[in-house]
C-alpha cells in the first residue's frame, strides 16, 4: 500500500533552519510529482512546494527564495530544505502524491520560535 512518513520536524528559532523528510513505498516513486502541503493553526492547509517527476519545482510566493524541495530518486524520498525561518513558517507539514487518489503523510509539527 502507499505510504508516506514524514519525518525532521520540531522547533527552531527564528532564523534557523530545518530540513523534512518524506520517505515513500508502495508507487514507482521516480513517475510522481510531490508536494509539501502545511496548516497553520485556525488556518486552512496550504500549498508550499512541489517537485516534478522531471524535478521542476515551483513554490507558494511566501517561501520562494528560503524553501528548496527536492527529490532523491533512489532513496524514494522527497525534501524540503527551510532556510530563514519566520514565525509564520509554524505550521504542521504535510507531504502528499497524487495517484488514483490523492495520499498524504501523517503531518510533521514545525514550530518557529524564540
Known amino acids: 500500500q502507499v505510504q508516506l512518513v514524514e519525518s525532521g520536524g520540531g522547533l527552531v528559532q527564528p532564523g534557523g533552519s530545518l530540513r523534512l523528510s518524506c520517505a515513500a513505498s508502495?508507487?514507482?516513486?521516480?513517475?510522481?510529482?510531490l508536494n509539501w502541503y502545511r496548516q497553520a493553526p485556525g488556518k486552512e492547509r496550504e500549498f508550499v512546494a512541489s517537485?516534478?517527476?522531471?524535478?521542476?519545482?515551483y513554490y507558494t510566493d511566501s517561501v520562494k527564495g528560503r524553501f528548496t524541495i527536492s527529490r532523491d530518486n533512489a532513496r524514494n524520498t522527497v525534501y524540503l530544505q527551510m532556510n530563514s525561518l519566520k514565525s509564520e513558517d509554524t505550521a504542521v507539514y504535510y507531504c502528499?502524491?497524487?495517484?488514483?487518489?490523492?495520499?498524504w503523510g501523517q503531518g510533521l509539527q514545525v514550530t518557529v520560535s524564540s
Open positions: 502528499n502524491v497524487r495517484l488514483f487518489k490523492l495520499y
Open positions: 508502495g508507487f514507482t516513486f521516480k513517475s510522481y510529482g
Open positions: 517537485v516534478s517527476s522531471g524535478g521542476s519545482t
